[in-house]
């Protein structure tokens, strides 16, 4: 079993399989160093068998590529660091080395998901629960539909692979049509809510850290937005909100919690609440590539006041454009960005030789990183602080998990696709779900909206959460590009502006993989389901 397991990581590997830096990836128990046909021999085992697929394949991933393409992409966030500057000017070339990392990343979310939907069934112990094995399926399933769901929208074509086993012996793939894409997608979703446990999620968060079938059924709901079957995506997501199963942190509506704020969804503390509908699960350990790096990629470094656990900090900073987006009454201005004079009493920070707690922003000026004059505040903890931030691992990063998709977001998607297309609607369902996020913002009710109201809502939702680049891809292009050209792409000190060409939208195949695999610039060959 361990030398077919290498074999199956070959594959992987020239597939832009594998991610780390070290080895210490392909030493999870749960795929390799313990051989499959004697680890999965009890309920606990299977159930742990999924855990490094809410994290270590999707470090790479997380680590820089997501914020440089989705967030420097679409002009939410700028940097002038070079190694991840590139779809700031839209030059982004096959040899960009964070691309080939996010590459990796996802296709090793593919692989691992592939070894346990094709061997689970077979090597589980004979006292395994039949409902424990079709959970851990349905984890499987549901991931790699994640997995595929980034790849068709950065990439557009790229191969199909359901068993790496497969293609030992002929590793060089054809990519198949984006269409054919979307359909293993809505496919494998509809197999996890199949297999999935439901679940109500509660103020015991450690119990809600994994997928569920409401999970499912909400990126469903949005694969079926994304290709305009409203009446799908309607359906799935009043499944859920009918189901109860999540709440928005704070806020007044039938959809909400008490008692917590939408501040409180970015604390430690508060890692799987019960708006959580699928987030990466970080354990930071003494190996790279297991925790968040973004406390320290985001936040104030400026040689003297640093809120970063690392000596250094800063790496992405807001982007011009963003900085006049929200409403100074809108509680989500201050605690997505660190504006001068904000002050954050629970956060820790370093002045100088000395840890305070209790930050007060400092002028622009003097906030450092890119010359933004300003910082991020989400997934910013600040300086390790007990409780307050989780633990810290060896490489300055934390345990604070990252949103793939929140409640709100599922919200937002109930109103467009009641909206279906139209100019604007009045339709109280949809303006239910629509004013429950302003309302939780602190913001009054409205009586319609229009697509731009609902586009610009969720970008002020989801901003630095990875959504706003995959939103401008899905409009109408000209309109995106009209969009992204009048951006402020440059920092406080420089204007600068970059048109976008139809080709910004879809990212090359890295020159490292088109060298194994030359099929990959052929023409997409259909796929046989």
């Known amino acids: 079993m361990k030398t077919n397991f290498k074999q199956y990581i070959i594959v992987a590997a020239l597939l832009g399989g594998m991610i780390s830096c070290n080895d210490d990836f392909t030493d999870r128990p749960s795929v390799s160093s313990i051989s499959a046909d004697n680890y999965y021999q009890n309920d606990d085992q299977v159930r742990t068998a999924t855990d490094a697929l809410y994290y270590k394949t999707w470090f790479q991933f ?35 080395a964070e691309m080939y990392a996010g590459w990796q990343s996802l296709w090793a979310n593919v692989a691992q998901a592939n070894y346990l939907i094709n061997n689970l069934q077979t090597y589980a112990g004979s006292s395994v629960s039949q409902s424990v094995i079709n959970n851990a399926l349905g984890e499987a399933y549901f991931l790699r539909a994640t997995a595929y769901f980034y790849l068709v929208r950065l990439w557009g074509n790229v191969p199909i692979i359901v068993n790496n086993f497969n293609h030992v012996d002929s590793p060089q793939l054809n990519t198949n049509p984006v269409s054919d894409v979307y359909e ?82 970015y604390s430690y503390t508060n890692n799987n609440n019960e708006e959580s509908i699928f987030s990466l699960q970080w354990k930071g350990d003494a190996n790279y590539g297991s925790a968040n790096n973004c406390n320290t990629q985001f936040g104030i470094s400026n040689g003297t006041i640093s809120t970063s656990n690392a000596s250094y900090g800063g790496v992405f900073a807001p982007s011009q454009d963003i900085l006049s987006l929200y409403e100074s009454s809108d509680v989500r201005r201050n605690q997505t960005i660190m504006f001068p004079g904000n002050n954050y009493p629970d956060m820790k920070y370093k002045d100088g030789l000395e840890f305070k707690t209790g930050l007060t922003v400092p002028a622009a000026d003097q906030i450092g990183g890119q010359g933004s004059g300003a910082a991020i505040k989400k997934y910013c903890l600040g300086i390790v602080n007990g409780n307050v931030t989780g633990p810290v691992d060896s490489y300055a990063m934390m345990d604070n998990n990252t949103y793939i998709m929140r409640y709100a977001e599922l919200l937002l998607i109930h109103a467009e696709s009641i909206l279906a297309g139209g100019s604007s609607t009045s339709d109280a369902t ?46 109408d292009r000209s309109k995106a590009i009209s969009i992204m050209s009048a951006q402020n792409r440059g920092n406080m000190n420089s204007a600068e502006y970059y048109t976008p060409t139809e080709s910004s939208f879809t990212l090359p195949y890295p020159a490292n993989d088109v060298a194994k695999n030359p099929k990959l610039l052929e023409q997409p060959v259909p796929y046989q389901f």
């Open 184 to 265: 293993l997608i809505r496919r494998d979703y509809t197999k996890a809510i199949e297999l999935l446990d439901s679940k109500v999620r509660g103020g015991a968060y450690a119990s809600n850290a994994k997928v569920s079938k409401g999970s499912a059924k909400a990126m469903l709901a949005k694969i079926y937005l994304y290709n305009k079957n409203y009446a799908m995506a309607k359906q799935l997501s009043e499944e859920v909100i009918n189901s109860g199963e999540f709440k928005l942190l704070g806020g007044t509506s039938q959809y909400s919690l008490t008692g917590k704020s939408f501040a409180d969804l």
């Open 430 to 475: 949809a303006l239910a779900s629509y004013n429950a996020v302003r309302n939780r913002a602190g913001l009054s009710n409205v009586s319609s909206f229009t697509f731009d109201d609902l586009f610009k809502e969720r970008r002020k939702e989801l901003a630095f959460e990875g959504d706003y680049w995959f939103d401008l891809g899905r409009i």
């Open 62 to 96: 997380n680590n820089k590529f997501f914020y440089a393409i989705s967030e420097v992409g679409s002009g939410n966030m700028y940097t002038n660091s070079s190694d991840v500057n590139a779809m700031r000017t839209f030059s982004i070339t096959s040899i960009d």
